[in-house]
């Protein structure tokens, strides 16, 4: 040892010990900012920073202090907030962040991001916790490649497509239909039982045949329950947008079930609005006593697209 200023604190140049150095007192390195310190060994032990009392602290020991310590066997605490200017990886099984507020500033967040397959099989998703109450999940269902969710945890729903957005399988008076809608009614009371619906049915042409319009476009029909009768009305409206031409009717009409046979009640009346077609686009309003259902028809012309959509407003006593 060298050149050390009897003081009680201080040296005037460096100190070389080649054994173990033992400090029993407090210990102060460095003067002031400019100074610092290097450790070249390791490791670095702190036996007694086991609690928030005998912790590494960062700046003054007051209440504006960083500090960290060991507070359980395998847990490193730091009380005070934390940034990481660079990349941050945890690698345990389990990550819990007990915050009621997370803020990420990045748009997606990737799930399930260790897999390197092609042929992925485990579900992702993303769950509410609800107390004592059941859980509810938005999940991505890796067997049928669909976006599924659930309001009571066990039963597990498709979010719709756009080719499954249709009016289809209905059923309002108890009668399950393929495609159809059967309308029954609300009990008002009593027996008595009434209701109202507004729906609406589309098709297109593309020459001069005949053809019905339904609810999906393909087949789903209007239909009365048994023993019921209804009062229809609406508007057919026709555009073709290459030829740029276009035409619109009223109508309306009583349809009545008798016991499975379904007619109308006097004439279905059918009024023109306007038609650039010159009067060659036709519709035609009747009964389906095969199906007991409301017959919308449309007849359009050879060589042109033709889209067809009718409101159908219902009234229904049965």
């Known amino acids: 040892m060298q050149s050390v200023t009897d003081s009680g604190n201080s040296t005037t140049n460096g100190i070389n010990i080649g054994g173990d150095l033992v400090v029993s007192g407090n210990t102060t390195l460095g003067s002031d900012a400019s100074d610092s310190v290097t450790v070249k060994a390791g490791p670095v032990i702190l036996e007694a920073a086991t609690g928030s009392a005998d912790a590494l602290i ?3 020991n007051d209440g504006n202090k960083v500090s960290v310590y060991k507070s359980d066997p395998t847990v490193l605490r730091i009380d ?6 660079g990349n941050l990886t945890v690698q345990g099984t389990t990550t819990t962040i007990e ?11 990737l799930l399930n991001g260790d897999y390197t397959g092609s042929a992925p099989s485990e579900n992702a998703g993303v769950e509410v916790e609800r107390g004592t109450q059941t859980n509810t999940a938005l999940l991505w269902n890796e067997g049928t490649d669909r976006w599924t969710f659930t309001n009571d945890g066990t039963g597990y729903f498709n979010i719709p497509v756009t080719s499954e957005l249709t009016l289809d399988a209905t059923t309002t008076n108890g009668a399950s239909t393929a495609n159809d809608i059967t309308i ?3 009990t008002v009371s009593g027996s008595a039982q009434a209701k109202s619906d507004h729906l609406v049915v589309y098709c297109t042409t593309t020459d001069n045949t005949t053809t019905e319009m339904f609810l999906n476009g393909t087949n789903g029909r209007i239909a009365l329950a048994s023993n019921s009768a209804a009062s229809f009305k609406g508007q057919i409206t026709a555009f073709d947008l290459v030829n740029q031409k276009a035409a619109s009717w009223n109508y309306d009409c009583l349809i009545a079930n008798k016991a499975g046979n379904s007619a109308i009640v006097g004439y279905a009346h059918v009024t023109k609005i306007g038609d650039d077609s010159n009067n060659v686009w036709e519709v035609y309003v009747d009964a389906d006593n095969t199906f007991d ?10 060589s042109a697209t033709i889209k067809w959509t009718a409101s159908v407003i219902s009234t229904v006593v049965v």
């Open 184 to 186: 029954g009614g609300l």
């Open 80 to 85: 005070g907030g934390l940034i990481i200017t």
């Open 293 to 302: 259902s409301l017959k919308l028809q449309v007849k359009g012309q050879a």
């Open 58 to 60: 960062f700046g003054l």
């Open 99 to 109: 915050s009621n507020t997370v803020s990420v500033g990045d748009s997606i967040v």
